[in-house]
């Protein structure tokens, strides 16, 4: 079996304009799906257009300012992905933008091709969802503040996972590339960050594979901080935090279906894990970080 190219494009190889990461449905060979990343130096800003693709700003590190449509958005942000959830900004197509960083950040920007335009808001952090999935080994934090129940969009669908350093996550494997019951067509894209050890960066693991020979997907990537992995097929998981490192990723998808949904299908081969959960206490270490209480009222 051979991987598509260019799967996992590691940290700093998808540069463009002003975007430190960009990864558009033309970049990737499919028709919805984009995520853009942004870094800002203090008092740093960048001006941009959506065009056809809705999207949201996301503080990954740092505060930020945000334009659009004549509405600003004051996002409170967070130091880091493991430290809190954080409050954003959704961002209509066709709309200009303006983001402003006072002390600097990085801030993630997933989207979507979009057919309605919808209005700009701000979605607060103690309005996101924290769910905590799984158990034991397989225990992970989901914030779905881009779910479909969670917050409306045209197409997109977004959500980042926290995932305990020693554990697996997107487990059992599962897919969402075809029609049907419990199952929707989903392009999506995997953005990393791993946290620190005392002698420097960490890593991870991010598995995709297809058991179709006639699109067969290979990948077994080893992910640090800023990389990407794309899943235009096939079943994906585990992600792998390795032990003393945290994981965190953030996940886009967004495919044809008229309503939005993250319906899946799991690998049949290793489907029979979520039984054994019920039998494991869920990790200590979670939940990762929530804001405190009044902290985003606007």
Known sequence: MTAPPGLHRPAGTSAAGPFATQVTPADCGWDYSSLRVLDLGPDGQATFGTG??????????????????????????RPDVFSRVTDFAYLPRDATVTVRSEAGGRFALPGAR????????????????????????????????CSPEAFETDRLVSVEVLTPAGNWSSYPPHKHDQAGPGEAVLEEIYYFEVGPGPSGPGLGYQRVYSTDPARPIDVLAEVRTGDIVLVP??????????????????????????????????????GWLRETWAGQPVDPRLPMGRPEPGEEER
């Open 52 to 77: 056809p693709d809705e999207m949201l700003v996301l503080p990954l590190a740092g505060a930020c300012t945000v334009t659009a449509d004549g509405d600003e958005f004051a996002l409170r942000g």
């Open 114 to 145: 979009a057919t309605r335009r919808l209005p700009a808001r701000y979605g607060p952090a103690d309005q996101v969802p924290v769910e905590i999935r799984g158990s034991g080994q397989a225990s992970r934090q989901v914030n779905n503040f």
């Open 233 to 270: 097929h096939g079943y994906h998981g585990p992600s792998m935090a390795a032990p003393g490192y945290d994981l965190y990723y953030l996940n886009v998808l967004a495919g044809p279906a008229e309503q939005r949904t993250m319906a899946f299908c799991d690998d049949p081969a290793h």
